[in-house]
């Protein structure tokens, strides 16, 4: 069903009870919010009315729709969508929370009441944060060229990433003698 005011289908289908005879009106989003934000009778943009109550639902459906693109929305070096982080509560990788700082920023404010971290570390994260990415970046590729069947690639990153992990341990042990 085409909407009444142009071309689009019709999304909103509304039931006027303000006559004698039940009147139904068939409307695309754009055009419904038109007609809700309207004081009946007049024309005129509406205050607090069930229109506007309509109104704000369809804002509602706005934020909706932002909220699936940001769940559409992937981390380039772990691959973890925010679609996937909202259902686990986990990052993937530290870069994510870099890509997804906008995002996050509100929420890590709400909890932690602040976005600076001043306590201490775990003893054992001595990696970098870099080099914890650049691992994890390692990983996905290696597993990406092994689904893809290019075991020639894959064994090479494997060397990579075992040099990278040797190197760090040799690090580790360099700073605490």
Do not use: W
């Not at 006027?16 to 005129?44: D, F, N, R, S, V």
């Not at 597993?143 to 580790?172: C, F, H, K, M, P």
């Amino acid at each position: 069903m085409k909407c009444q005011q142009c071309e689009k289908p019709a999304t909103f289908h509304i039931t006027e009870l303000t006559g004698e005879q039940p009147q139904e009106i068939h409307l695309c989003e754009g055009c419904a919010q038109k007609y809700l934000m309207q004081t009946p009778g007049t024309g005129m943009p509406g205050k607090a009315s069930l229109a506007g109550m309509l109104a704000q639902q369809l804002k509602v459906a706005d934020t909706a729709k932002e909220l699936e693109k940001l769940d559409e929305k992937c981390c380039p070096i772990c691959g973890i969508s925010f679609y996937e982080f909202r259902n686990q509560g986990r990052l993937g990788c530290p870069h994510d929370y870099v890509f997804f700082a906008s995002e996050l920023e509100p929420l890590i404010v709400n909890i932690h009441g602040d976005l600076l971290h001043k306590g201490k570390h775990p003893l054992t994260h001595k990696r970098s944060t870099e080099s914890q990415t650049k691992l994890i970046q390692l990983r996905r590729e290696m597993n990406e060229a092994i689904r893809l069947e290019q075991y020639e690639r894959a064994s090479e990153l494997r060397d990579t990433i075992r040099n990278l992990e040797e190197g760090e341990e040799q690090a580790e042990d360099d700073h605490s003698v």
